[in-house]
């Protein structure tokens, strides 16, 4: 345990932070960004020299507007396959947007917020095509050399997923968050279908040995800042 034999490479597509880990020569990507996105995709790995063409894998953490929006475009140019938990894909692959509602009074301030920019997001993202559909099984990601897997991690949505690492690295998506539309420092993400299925998600990835977060909004942080909130 606590062994990394990978590389994180974080990849901010617009307001959403993806993320790259290489395990061996290949990279299995978190996240696709919005729509429009994907310029900003070409360019970063031009940037970083990264072959498109070695990215295998993208796991879509969950169905939103900017986890997605630029996955058909990301998908031609790597070649790469995607995965998405069943319950979020069949979503997805109708071209339902669906937005967030908000948890707590703030989150409840934002939510008329995403519904003007809804009609905007509809147009630009169609049905959206996903190779694999995930189930509540942990999917094993040996076969990409990396040593970790997906584990099916409800709340915000209920059919998110997050990637964990066994060095204790754990990509949640939007299961917490660290920056805006949070002020307060890191904590549940202020949208989402269920603060209470959220809350047992989190105390799935610390059973799991869960230490640092990547959340596809802000910045890393420690897992501990889970503890304090399950004990308050
Ligand atoms: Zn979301
Ligand atoms: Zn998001």
Redesign the pocket.
Known sequence: MNKRDHEIIPLKLG??HCYLIRGGADYVMVDAGPPNAFKKFRQKLEQQSIDPAKIKLIIITHM?F??VGSLPGICRLTGAKSAMHYLDRELVEKGKIIMPGGIGAWGKVLTPFLWTIKPVVSRAIGPVPIDHGLDDKHFSLEGYRIHGKIIHTPGHTAGSVSLFLESGDAFV??LAMSGFPRVTGPGPFVLGDDLEAMKRSWQLLLDEGARQIYP??GKPFDANVFIKYLNA
């Open positions: 307001m959403t939103h900017d986890h998506g939007d596809a909004h």
